[in-house]
């Protein structure tokens, strides 16, 4: 179905910053907009804010003066909620409340037009429960935008039960006329990205509780060799703990507890102590004026490594090899299981098992685990752990040929998988059950993720570059050493090795 004429009317009930978003992003796509909250002049003045706001962007010359002028023209304060029956779409941003929210839909369900379509921009709500009980429940859509809605690009069209395929079909091609990046999605927990997204944080947050390292060193870590944008602990402090932690215990709620995602108890610590974030000055991190930025872990070389063995391929870290040869060292190949030797020291890439694990079954002394990189001939710092006694000249050699790379050595406890790559398999395997559910395609989940949260790849995609039984193991080794539920390998993931496909395939 094609996208909604501009001349369709459009209405927003909701003024706060959400609804107010939305507004502005229906207007710049040249829509006539009703902007609408029972608050009396909140809309008048969000209509004024975004005239501010598009005016700075005019002078920062992001924005030419006459689309500033048009778009807020479109914009209409609505007085009541009877002025908005002539519109084509309603879309509301209003408290997330189920009881409060269905309310609202059966009254514009009786003041519309059949033809008019009912959005909502609900982020945790059921669409199903939304449309439960109306008389064409078919109309009934979710257009979950992400904050701020003007700048970020994901919409994500939630279809529940009764949601007419040719109503969620117009939507997305409306959302993408609008200029932004659509996903269909099924009405299930979280959609897809507040489900995909839960192991991003909760990882992190074990690691830290075990003790691998510090919540600079870990963010660093996620940086600097995983391409995000942001760790784990600085972007949980940006969004607000208490926001963050309900989010998990929801998603966690509406699974039955289920142990994948499990909210953590280091993360109640700071809502109940409230310690939010960077909203209440304290979250992880210390927000006060006077507050030192906390150092990142790293070890120091002092050696010289020229020369150094690889024995088969490194799989997923075969770019560190291309890297050490661009650094002048010489580099010996030779068939074996994918080991790098250098000096005394034998290195290998994490795959899910500790390093004194891995040492006792391989009978590798001296073993150094590196951690996952997006792209090792771009990395800046890895994640190391080291077998018990492995020594010290040993570690040395491995830290010393990285940094001969331009590579920052972080040491971790020994803990199975270390931080990037436990982390990326379980996004992968989340990702790989909700394509299993159905609740989207691959195509439409690794969208979803980048677009929304600004991941560097999609997880489905990255599984495949990484390999699929590379994931697989990982995610066997990491259920095996935690004997949890939690690192269950998705049934998709299982079926993708077996027939020697790919997600993205």
């Known amino acids: 179905m094609q996208a909604l004429s501009t001349q369709a009317q459009i209405a927003v009930i909701g003024a706060g910053a959400m609804g107010a978003g939305i507004a502005q992003v229906a207007a710049q796509a040249g829509h006539s907009v009703k902007l609408y909250d029972m608050r009396e002049g909140s809309a ?52 997330e409340n189920l009881d409060v929210k269905r309310k609202l839909l059966a009254q ?31 109309r009934v859509v979710g257009m979950h935008f992400f904050n701020p809605a003007p700048v970020m690009a994901l919409v994500e069209v939630v279809s529940g039960l009764a949601t007419s395929t040719a109503v969620a ?55 600097e060799a995983g391409a995000f944008r942001m760790g784990a602990f600085e972007l949980t402090d940006l969004i607000g703990h208490d926001v963050n932690y309900a989010v998990t215990c929801s998603v966690f709620n509406a699974y039955y507890n289920d142990m994948r995602f499990q909210p953590s108890l280091m993360q109640k610590d700071l809502v109940d102590a409230g310690h939010l974030g960077r909203k209440s000055g304290q979250g992880f991190y210390s927000y006060a004026v006077d507050a030192q930025k906390p150092s990142v872990d790293e070890l120091s070389a002092d050696c010289q490594v020229e020369t150094c063995v690889v024995e088969g391929s490194l799989g997923a870290a075969q770019g560190l090899v291309e890297r050490i040869k661009a650094a002048g060292i010489k580099v010996i190949q030779r068939d074996g299981s994918g080991l790098l ?19 006792q079954q391989e009978g590798l002394s001296n073993l150094v685990l590196i951690d996952l990189a997006k792209d090792y001939t771009k990395a800046t710092r890895l994640g190391l752990a ?47 059950d909700a394509a299993l559910h159905n609740v989207g395609t691959a195509a439409d989940i690794d969208l979803a993720m980048c677009a929304g949260v600004n991941y560097p790849m999609g997880p489905l995609a990255w599984a495949d570059q990484i390999g699929l ?22 049934l998709l993931l299982r079926r993708k090795v077996a027939e020697g496909s790919r997600f993205h395939d």
């Open 44 to 95: 008048a003045e969000a209509i004024e804010a975004i005239d501010r706001q598009l005016g700075k962007r005019v002078e920062s010359g992001k924005l030419d003066a006459d689309k500033r002028t048009a778009t807020v023209a479109r914009l209409q304060a609505a007085g009541s909620i009877e002025a908005l029956a002539d519109s084509s779409l309603v879309i509301e941003a209003i408290v």
């Open 108 to 138: 514009l369900e009786a003041l519309c037009s059949a033809e008019c379509i009912l959005a909502s921009n609900t982020s945790s709500l059921s669409v199903t429960a939304l449309a439960a009980g109306m008389q064409h429940p078919e």
């Open 169 to 223: 079909q117009c939507i997305h091609s409306t959302a993408a006329a609008w200029g932004k990046k659509p996903v269909h999605t099924r009405s299930t927990p979280g959609f897809i990205v507040n489900r995909v997204a839960r192991p991003f944080y909760a990882e992190s947050l074990r690691a830290l509780q075990e003790g691998a390292a510090s919540c600079a060193t870990l963010d660093a870590l996620m940086r």
């Open 341 to 359: 030797r250098a000096g005394d020291a034998v290195v290998a890439l994490s795959d899910g098992r500790m390093a004194c694990q891995r040492s």
């Open 386 to 432: 080291c077998a018990k006694g492995t020594s010290g000249e040993a570690l040395n050699q491995v830290v010393s040929l990285l940094a001969k790379c331009g590579i920052k050595s972080s040491l971790l406890t020994d803990i199975p998988g270390l931080v990037v790559m436990r982390t990326v398999a379980m996004l992968a395997n989340e990702a790989a």
């Open 469 to 490: 039984p590379t994931v697989l193991k990982t995610l066997d080794n990491l259920q095996s050493a935690y004997g949890e539920e939690r690192y269950r390998p998705s």
